[in-house]
């Protein structure tokens, strides 16, 4: 198994452009989320779905979109890149919530100038 | 407002001492209390997960503990190899809600020197 895999590893944007941050994962969890690092602070939230077709706004998601059309793909999509954005973005999946493991992808490191 | 704080921030120790890195939260009541390891570059890998009636899990040379009482956890090092040389981080899941009600401590930046 793969795993979470993410792309691309590295990024870099300019203000006001939109790119998709790809998420995979190959273990047929149900449960997937996307959270952002930055330092000195915890990992945050920014979208998650429970299923495919299912998904909801976590901590942070403003300027932030998710779609989720299979149990394997959960792409986040910046609309309109800000400074602000600049952060390492992971995704992650589990079995079920609450109590089960999370895996994480590599993550992906995202400058916007 | 609920919270994780880790100390220390950082930390340096020499190969093969042990170390204790503490996690204090304001979450209450929760369901389990997680420890992860972040490689620099990498995601966080889960290395314990306790449920609140814990009291300590162990994963090869770490240990975690879990104080209820005093909401406080700690992971011990045994024996720190190189390879340890990482970010923990202590995380606290609410007992009403799933993933997205995790809550991340900013974590422990542990470095082990030759």
């Known amino acids: 198994n793969a795993g979470v895999t993410q792309t691309p590893k590295f990024q870099v944007l300019k203000t006001g452009q939109s790119m998709t941050l790809q998420c995979a994962q190959d273990m047929n969890h149900e449960y997937m989320s996307w959270y952002r690092q930055d330092p000195g602070m915890g990992l945050r939230l920014i979208h998650y779905?429970?299923?495919?077709?299912?998904?909801d706004q976590g901590e942070v998601p403003n300027g932030y979109n998710v779609s989720r059309s299979t149990t394997e793909d959960f792409p986040l999509r910046l609309l309109s890149a800000a400074p602000s954005q600049t952060s390492v973005y992971f995704c992650a999946s589990s079995e079920d919530r609450g109590t089960d493991t999370q895996y994480f992808g590599p993550g992906t490191r995202l400058t916007v100038l | 407002k609920n919270q994780v704080e880790q100390s220390p921030q950082s930390l340096i120790i020499l190969e093969g001492k042990n170390c204790t890195l503490q996690?204090?939260?304001?979450?209450?009541?929760?369901?389990?209390l997680r420890w992860y390891k972040q490689d620099t570059g990498r995601g966080p890998v889960s290395l314990t997960i306790m449920t609140f009636s814990e009291n300590t899990k162990s994963n090869g040379r770490y240990t975690a503990t879990l104080d209820a009482d005093t909401k406080q956890s700690s992971l011990h090092i045994t024996a720190s190899q190189l390879s340890d040389s990482a970010s923990y981080i202590c995380?606290?899941?609410?007992?009403?809600?799933?993933?997205?009600?995790?809550?991340f401590g900013a974590g422990t930046r542990l470095a082990v020197h030759p």
């Open positions: 779905s429970v299923g495919a077709g299912i998904t």
């Open positions: 996690c204090n939260y304001t979450v209450s009541p929760f369901s389990n």
């Open positions: 995380v606290v899941s609410p007992l009403r809600g799933g993933y997205n009600k995790l809550i």
